[in-house]
């Protein structure tokens, strides 16, 4: 039996105001009441974020008739029975106003969206294949809009999208349907072939991008990773969608493309010099999204085999996802070319000072940091840092120590890189769930080594990990020292500057400022009796001697209160890696 294709229309009807119209029409509607539901959340970002909130204005049909419509719960209608099962549209009205990679946005310069944000999901009908009708805004102005996307223009179909043109698109069913992001607009477009995968990057935005530049940096940077899992590739075709604008960062995965936001100054321009640090942060989101191609999209943990939409999806294994993902991103600049020894040692050393800084890492596991992203590290609040490990930072680190470890237990034979292809063999090629226990066992098998003590400790638990030692032995000293030259005390917060005022953002655990009472909110004015600015705190502090008692005076909303702080010692939280000398124990970074 073949199922009729369930039909959408999307149209930019009112550019100025936001609006988006969609239609879905549903051939055979179930006899019962057809049930449609819009995500809650969209894969990849791991928050409820009831897109269903901006739907405005549903209506449905039959035979030219109206039909009823009952909203069932947030985010999901059911019609009445269709008379004489006639087939039924529903058409509904989307506020696309939100310009981050994760929802919808349109305005009169730029349309973008994803199907998670507009797409009902025809209910019982999932696996149905969708043609996506992608109409232009009904206005001449305008009719120099153009799309990008990795959806598949359906060919042979009446209307058929020519490539980059308004028209009808294919998918096989609903989960490809709503994982191919789509921008509509007058983006510059850069093509590039990786292993002879055609590659498109669009670019939204006011920008002065040097094309060249950055599609021979991302055709490197694709071609190791494609090299790295194996050719083919899985993909036919891969597009960045990128959004610059002042100041923003941000990228969501898909299967065959990647909705990027960045600060244009992030791009790369016409007689740049060298890799600043903006561009090399750029890049390394673009290699971040691209891994995913194959760890997330393609190889999954079986929480994600299938998606549930309209609810959370509990997997302990983020920290295998992103982690993981984390730290290839970095090593693939590194091995394919694009940024050199010195740069990648500085990047890891963010890494681990980042971690170090958080106490949250001795309180969560990365296995609990997973599970619990929806409610904690997609929900960060002024504690946060003191109570949530990041699995991205902490697990790019137990990447690199993992692979160190099986390295040195292997005498070289097994690696990290070898855990990875293997992934992609039995569960990315395949389609099979990752089990919580899988990567365990996967490098166990691998390695011949017994590693429930290295996950129990690094993974489930909170241990330390021991990275200056294992990096000792390939080659690279790991020192702990002071951001903060001059050494002052520290009061054991971070601050916000808001204005002329700072502001406590958080009281890490177990500071001094802590001890005395301070608390996150609380506005400083004066240490012993000298007003604080966010220029000078530093330089205030300097002046003390760790042990030393000071009194600050601080705003908790419009109280003033008193504090006695006894300075903590400026805290040797920044990791520096260098490089030994003799190549050979550096080998494994460019293997
Ligand atoms: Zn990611």
């Not at 003590?453 to 990275?467: I, K, N, Q, S």
Request: proline share 6%.
């Amino acid at each position: 039996m073949t199922t009729a294709p369930i039909r959408y229309f999307i149209r930019p009807i009112h550019p100025a105001a936001h609006r988006f119209e969609i239609s879905c029409h549903v051939t055979a509607p179930d006899p019962e009441g057809q049930r449609f539901a819009l995500p809650a959340w969209i894969p990849g970002s791991y928050l409820i974020r009831d897109f269903a909130r901006h739907i405005i204005a549903i209506r449905a049909e039959a035979a030219g008739k109206p039909v009823a419509l009952r909203k069932l719960d947030k985010h999901t209608w059911q019609s009445a029975p269709v008379k004489g099962n006639a087939p039924l549209t529903v058409t509904y009205e989307i506020h696309a106003w939100d310009l981050s990679v994760r929802g919808a946005h349109l305005d009169e310069t730029h349309g973008f969206f994803n199907g998670t944000s507009v797409f009902l999901r025809v209910v019982g009908q999932e696996e149905s294949p969708c043609l996506v009708d992608i109409l232009p805004p009904p206005d001449q102005r305008f009719a120099n809009w153009r799309i990008a996307t990795a959806l598949e223009p359906a060919r042979g179909e009446k209307g058929g999208a020519k490539k980059y043109g308004f028209g009808v698109y294919r998918a096989n069913n609903y989960d490809e349907l709503i994982d191919h992001p789509v921008e509509m607009g007058t983006f510059t477009l850069a093509t590039f072939k990786a292993c002879g995968v055609p590659h498109d990057v669009a670019i939204t935005g006011r920008h002065d991008c040097d094309l060249e530049r950055l599609t021979a940096d991302l055709k490197r940077i694709c071609e190791w990773q494609i090299r790295f899992f194996g050719e083919p590739a899985p993909m036919r075709r891969y597009v960045f969608l990128v959004t610059a604008v002042g100041e923003g960062y941000g990228g969501l995965e898909h299967r065959a493309s990647t909705a990027l936001l960045c600060s244009r100054n992030d791009l790369p321009y016409p007689g740049m010099q060298g890799l600043p640090e903006s561009y090399r942060t750029f890049l390394g989101l673009c290699s971040h999204e691209y891994f995913h191609t194959w760890n997330v999209k393609r190889i999954k943990p079986a929480a994600f085999t299938p998606y549930d939409l309209d609810r959370e999806n509990y997997t302990s294994l983020l920290w295998a996802f992103e982690g993981f993902t984390s730290y290839y991103d970095d090593l693939a600049l590194l091995r394919s070319g694009v940024i050199g020894l010195k740069d990648w040692l500085e990047l890891t050393g963010k890494t681990i000072s980042n971690v170090q800084r958080s106490p949250g890492r001795l309180r969560q596991s990365l296995a609990e940091s997973s599970f619990d992203a929806w409610s904690k590290f997609y929900r960060p609040d002024e504690n946060t840092p003191n109570t949530v490990v990041s699995y991205y930072a902490k697990g790019a680190l137990l990447a690199l120590a993992l692979d160190l470890t099986l390295r040195r237990e292997t005498q070289g034979k097994v690696s990290l890189d070898r855990v990875m292809h293997a992934l992609w063999q039995r569960y990315g090629k395949t389609g099979l769930g990752v089990g919580e226990e899988d990567i365990r066992q996967l490098a166990e098998e691998l390695s011949g080594l017994r590693l429930g003590r290295f996950f129990a400790d690094y993974v489930e638990g909170t241990r330390e990990l021991p990275l200056k030692s294992l990096l000792g032995k390939f080659g690279i000293t790991l020192k702990w020292t002071s951001d903060n030259p001059s050494l002052a005390p520290s009061l054991g917060v971070k601050t916000s500057a808001e204005g002329n005022e700072v502001k406590l953002a958080t009281v890490f655990s177990g500071s001094c400022a802590e001890a005395a009472g301070l608390a996150a909110g609380d506005v400083l004015l004066a240490c012993d009796g000298l007003r604080v600015t966010p220029g000078n705190l530093t330089r205030l502090l300097s002046r003390c001697r760790p042990g030393q008692t000071i009194r600050v005076h601080a705003f908790r909303r419009d109280e003033l209160m008193k504090f006695s702080v006894r300075l903590d010692s400026a805290p040797r939280d920044k990791a520096v890696l260098t490089a030994a000398k003799g190549k050979q124990r550096l080998a494994w970074l460019g293997a």
